[in-house]
């Protein structure tokens, strides 16, 4: 099976390798300075699960000659998102599998529009992984999953495919028959411990300590359940009480990745987390005082980008 991953990032260079050392035949599309650091150093992981260095792994350039590939993995932020579909359009046949691992949901419509609904596989991840200068990366917690699958949630043939090529892959990678609930799931998380902490530009553990920072947290994860049930999101009945209790038990100096890019000067994913949910809530007559709170706060540090 050819596998196509669209960047060698924290996300798709630590999958991607993990595949590679296990004999997978993968491909990542990069750009030129990426390609160049590749050249230089190689593919390099370090990693609690074990360190991998591939030498020369494959890569092509946007619009670079190549055959299709089989399925293309994609874990590019939400603002590369249109440039990727681009990218990717000349290595994607009528049979290709699109496997996005963006977190949200609004990239979904997209690709559905760009490559046909039957096309798209439901993913996501949950890894945290940073790039040294070297383009190395660093992978330092036990989590490092990858769950993907058939939207309808039926266990189809190409999926069980799709499972067969992942296996033996030293990572937990799992086909789910209920991926559109998982998405959503995260979704829920993410917007509620990202939002919070970068409203707060604090870890969890200060937050959770403030008696207005806990009430945050629930009114945020209250607001955010209401908009996803409104448009018929398939979440658990009591999905917003396990997942308070989960915020409750993680590590007190914890930071979302959102809070980290902050800190780093770099664009964030505001549109795709929170105006999103603002514009399902408005459509549907909902009050969302914190989400826009949350929304406001982001877009005027993006405006100090510039």
């Known amino acids: 099976m050819r596998i196509l991953i669209v960047g060698v990032g924290g996300i798709g ?23 160049q650091q590749l050249q230089k150093h190689g593919l390099v992981v370090r990693s609690i699960h074990g360190d991998l260095h591939v030498h020369q792994p494959k890569t092509i350039l946007s619009g670079e000659q190549a055959e299709t590939f089989d399925v293309i993995l994609l874990s590019t932020k939400a603002y590369h998102l249109q440039g990727a579909i681009e990218s990717i359009q000349p290595y994607a046949e009528e049979n290709t599998l699109i496997l996005p691992l963006l977190n949200g949901i609004a990239h979904m419509d997209a690709l559905k529009a760009a490559f046909g609904e039957h096309n798209i596989l439901g993913g996501l991840c949950f890894i945290e992984t940073t790039l040294d200068e070297d383009g190395t990366i660093i992978q ?10 058939e939207l309808s949630g039926e266990k189809t043939d190409r999926v069980r495919m799709l499972e067969d090529a992942f296996q033996g892959t030293k990572a937990r990678i799992t086909l789910s028959d209920q991926i559109q609930q998982d998405m959503w799931h995260k979704y829920l998380f993410i917007s509620t411990l990202s939002g919070v902490t970068s409203l707060f530009q604090a870890p969890i553990g200060p937050i959770r300590d403030q008696e207005y920072g806990l009430e945050t947290v629930r009114s945020l994860l209250a607001e955010c359940g209401r908009v996803m049930r409104s448009v018929n999101a398939p979440l658990a009945g009591n999905i917003e009480e396990v997942q308070a209790d989960k915020i409750m038990q993680m590590g007190y100096n914890m930071k979302s990745s959102l809070q980290r890019d902050m800190e780093k000067g770099l664009k964030t994913e505001a549109d795709h987390f929170f105006k999103y949910l603002l514009d399902l809530g408005r459509a549907n007559n909902i009050h969302t005082p914190v989400i826009a709170a949350i929304y406001t706060n982001l877009k005027i540090y993006e405006t100090s980008l510039h």
């Open 13 to 35: 260079g630590y999958f991607g390798a993990r595949l590679l050392e296990k004999g997978a035949d993968v491909t990542f599309l990069v750009r030129e300075k990426r390609k």
């Open 140 to 149: 330092t917690s036990p989590i490092h999953d990858l769950v993907f699958g």
